[in-house]
């Protein structure tokens, strides 16, 4: 265990950004803080660094406590041996490249050819050994970006903190440096916590998630466990994409319950945690990946008929507004090797195993 917080709580005024927050951080691991903004992620990331001071609870980095009111312990930011890389990188554009690498070692007192040959492995790590010398105000975004990841990692921190570090790329590069990320990673050896809002980055890097709301956490787990078995509607609609159909339970029978969605329509699905009985208002969520369109309208068991109201080639699929006979709009996903069109009639089909039943509260 690198990293501990224990019972977390920090507030400003009357408004709670982190409730009582209990986390667990494994050496080695990427483990990425997710959630909508203003949900304490980023609250959470400044007291493990020391920039800000939890008001109750207590933060363990190796062993130690270095944050814990009650103790009336804490350990200032420098001396907590941690990097962080911020949403702005925070380049200074007076300094060349190597001059803002090297500023960590400086503070601390070092200097001469450990600074030297620190500096350049920082820079070569991160691939830009070639541009040690150029103005800060002659980078690219990704450039600046990879600077202040060697920034944070020329001192050989224990731990990484990562704040949104790749929202201000464009699309193509917030992949390229993803990967660029984790196969550092794995290579240093580095334990790294991440901010992000984006699914995609959190699905695409971690080895575990904890998803964040209203400053809790709401589930901690693998990236699949998430996607594949949320904990609550909240976990399952900020992780991917879901159809999701209202309904009324019709009938429990062992493990399948039989949904009414509509005036005629029965889905069955398999039970969920929490019994739920006959009457009860319920939801019926499935992956677009697991449910199937097909042209045309065909009858059956968990089938529904639709049509395409709005229609998105993005290249390997369709994503298809759909107007289902029910009454609700739901968005599918289409197979890119049939030919579709605005105003067809289709049937959505869905096996009971990938749909999932959750009750709604009252």
């Not at 050819?113 to 691939?127: S, W, Y």
């Not at 029978?253 to 009457?279: K, L, Y």
């Not at 499935?286 to 199937?292: F, I, K, L, M, S």
């Not at 109201?309 to 290249?315: H, I, M, N, S």
Request: charged share 20%.
């Amino acid at each position: 265990m690198v990293l501990a917080l224990r019972e977390v709580t920090k507030s400003f005024g009357d408004t709670t950004a982190v409730d009582a927050l209990s986390l667990d951080v494994r050496r080695g691991e990427i483990l990425t803080l997710l959630g909508p903004s203003g949900c304490g992620k980023t609250t959470t990331l400044r007291t493990v660094i020391g920039l800000e001071r939890c008001d109750s609870g207590e933060v363990v980095y190796a062993g130690q406590i270095i944050d814990s009111p009650r103790q009336r312990k804490f350990v200032p930011t420098h001396k907590r041996q941690m990097g962080m890389v911020f949403q702005s990188y925070a380049i200074w554009p007076h300094m060349n490249v190597f001059d803002n690498v090297a500023y960590p070692l400086r503070v601390r007192g070092i200097g001469g050819q450990a600074l030297k040959r620190a500096v350049e492995r920082a820079l070569d790590q991160v691939g830009l050994a070639n541009l040690a010398q150029r103005a800060a105000t002659q980078l690219s975004g990704g450039q600046q970006q990879r600077v202040a990841l060697a920034r944070s990692l020329v001192f050989e921190p224990r731990l990484l903190l990562l704040d949104e570090p790749f929202s201000n790329l464009d699309a193509q590069l917030r992949g390229q440096m993803r990967a660029e990320l984790k196969v550092l990673q794995r290579r240093l050896g580095v334990t790294v916590v991440l901010v992000t809002h984006d699914q995609v980055e959190a699905l695409s890097v971690s080895d575990r998630i904890a998803v964040m709301r209203h400053g809790r956490l709401e589930q901690v787990g693998t990236p699949e466990q998430l996607y594949r078995e949320p904990a609550s509607t909240a976990v399952r609609d900020f992780i991917g994409r879901t159809i999701v159909l209202a309904g009324t339970v019709d009938e429990v029978c062992g493990d399948t319950v039989a949904v009414r969605v509509g005036d005629s329509h029965t889905v069955t699905s398999r039970s969920p945690d929490a019994p739920v009985a006959p009457g009860a208002r319920v939801q019926v969520a499935v992956r677009p990946e697991r449910a199937r369109v097909e042209a045309g309208t065909v009858g059956g068991p968990n089938r529904l008929q639709a049509r395409i109201d709005a229609l998105l080639f993005v290249g390997d699929h369709y994503e298809a507004t759909l107007a289902l006979d029910i009454g609700q709009t739901v968005m599918a996903y289409l197979s890119a090797d049939n030919s579709w069109s605005e105003g067809q009639s289709v049937t959505i089909a869905m096996s009971a195993d990938d749909a999932r039943v959750w009750e709604v509260s009252a």
